[in-house]
């Protein structure tokens, strides 16, 4: 089993700056891709970035590319999304989720297997 606990959201100004992280628990850290994923109210969940199990390898979405930076501390299994020049239409709750396919970089969320509870970003205008 493994359990995920976000941290790190809070009230931001555009502009700003955020360090979300999400802290996995279980042995096998180190065999899953973890995503992050966000969702406004009364919207789809999106695909905001993930990285791979052995850190070499990461995704972002578009619109976050040059912005956001994704990385893994595979000792504290812990796993980190920095978030700049944030936006106001970035507000939403903001998901982290482990996959079993270490080395796939899944968008899709549906090939997550396991989720944290969410940590809320609202970015004020």
Excluded: H
Aim: proline share 2%.
């Amino acid at each position: 089993q493994v359990q995920l606990v976000e941290s790190g959201g809070g009230l931001v100004q555009a502009g700003g700056s955020l360090r979300l992280s999400c802290a996995v628990s279980g042995r096998t850290f180190g065999r899953y891709a973890i995503g992050w994923f966000r969702q406004a109210p009364g919207k789809e969940r999106d695909f905001v970035a993930v990285i791979a199990w052995s850190g070499g390898s990461t995704y972002y979405r578009d619109s976050v590319e040059g912005r956001f930076t994704i990385c893994r501390d595979n000792a504290k299994n812990t796993v980190y999304l920095q978030m700049n020049s944030l936006k106001p239409e970035e507000t939403a709750l903001y998901y982290c989720a482990a996959s079993s396919d270490g080395s796939i970089l899944y968008v899709d969320p549906r090939q997550y297997d396991y989720w944290g509870q969410g940590t809320q970003v609202t970015v004020s205008s």
